[in-house]
């Protein structure tokens, strides 16, 4: 089975600093997708961003960015220039690619991120 | 981006009654949804697996006569929590899968007293 974890249960990080949350996971399955999603204090679950398995290339959206290790199986979210709107759960997941179809997501424990003005 | 609408956001009941909460895909069809439970400061918890005019799935340890799903159409599933009880009280998720990754409801606080 598939496995998620988050190590750092929180994180801290000063306005317009730099922060990087960790992720790694476990599984013998060659074609997956791996998320990070956040979910701030109204619970409202928000994709962040998205990272196909068979892409060596980083995924980018904004101010965050991943760092995808696949032989490590270590799934990392960068946040640059963190805002205070950042101030959040997130959660790092696995999800299965059957090949045109997709299975349910796995979490991680998730990571609470505060952001210190 | 793809909406998905949870209702209601909160209820209260009295315990011994039935609540049922609805997960509506407003701008897709979502032939799959899934149903989470969320603990104070906890993850996701997956119950169970939604899937259009089929029987639900359920994971281990979920009661599926206490937790009754019914995916009717493409755009609606339903979770009917039966005879609750205040250890039922919880944050319940749904969502529903839309290519790879899937897109949240806003959740229900349920209160039972």
């Known amino acids: 089975a598939q496995t998620v974890t988050q190590s750092q249960p929180e994180m801290s990080v000063q306005e317009a600093e730099t922060v990087t949350l960790s992720c790694t996971y476990d599984?013998?399955?060659?074609?997956?997708?791996l998320f990070w999603y956040k979910q701030p204090p109204s619970r409202q679950m928000i994709l962040v961003i998205r990272q196909e398995a068979y892409k060596q290339q980083n995924a980018t959206e904004n101010r965050f960015s991943v760092n995808f290790q696949k032989a490590a199986k270590s799934f990392s979210l960068k946040i640059s220039d963190s805002q205070l709107g950042d101030a959040a759960m997130y959660f790092c997941a696995y999800q299965t690619d059957y090949g045109g179809s997709q299975g349910n997501l796995i979490f991680g424990k998730g990571t609470k991120l505060s952001v210190k003005p | 981006g793809a909406v998905v609408s949870q209702h209601p956001s909160w209820v209260i009941c009295k315990s011994g009654t039935s609540v049922k909460i609805e997960c509506r895909s407003l701008d897709f069809q979502a032939t799959t949804m899934f149903w989470y439970r969320q603990f104070p400061k906890q993850s996701l918890m997956l119950m169970a697996t939604?899937?259009?005019?089929?029987?639900?799935?359920?994971e281990q340890g979920v009661e599926k006569d206490k937790f009754l799903i019914n995916h009717a159409s493409l755009t609606l599933s339903t979770l009917t929590v039966t005879s609750a009880h205040p250890e039922d009280s919880s944050f319940y998720i749904c969502?529903?899968?839309?290519?790879?990754?899937?897109?949240f409801g806003q959740g229900t606080r349920l209160t039972v007293v």
């Open positions: 599984t013998s399955e060659s074609d997956y997708y």
């Open positions: 939604s899937n259009e005019g089929s029987k639900a799935t359920y």
């Open positions: 969502s529903a899968l839309l290519g790879a990754g899937a897109f």
